[in-house]
């Protein structure tokens, strides 16, 4: 029995129709989109490392004997400064990381390119929002939650379409 075929192929803005063979080249808007907003994520996850040392200047907390730029100061690993852009950092590796997998098989599905595009914008906006209401500003809750639930949504959506555009081939 011949397995069923995929959704027909969008056409780009360019022109060209996604195939099999350039659908993850700067030809699919859809991948376009994904770098560009990976991108973006990978900078903010690096600047979570930059703000981690900001934090241990600004309070003078450093976890090693060999780091203690200033006199009078100890070894110290728990400063609740610290430990919130730690913790902040974390999150981002234990989210964007499973997100960027996702979105890349999501886009060897071929999906439609605003919903795509529109999705990795959306995650990507409430990581950097996660960010600053977690690390930089805190805020109460449900805006944290509010910013981790909407990537959260984003990867499971993808991943249940890819899932359903799958399931015949099983």
Known sequence: MPA????????????????????????????????????????????????????????????????LFFKNIEVQFDDPHVERVRRAHRNDMENILPYFIMALIYISTNPNQDVACNLFRVASVARIVHTLVYAVYPVPQPSRILAFGTMLLITFYMAAVVALRTLSFI
């Open 4 to 67: 069923p075929a995929l959704a027909p192929l969008s056409t780009p803005s360019n022109g060209t129709v996604p195939t099999a063979g350039n659908l993850f080249t700067l030809e699919n808007r859809v991948f376009c989109c994904y770098l560009f907003w990976a991108t973006v994520l990978v900078a903010k996850m690096l600047l979570m490392s930059l703000l981690t040392a900001l934090q241990r200047f600004r309070y003078k907390i450093f976890p090693n004997e060999e780091d």
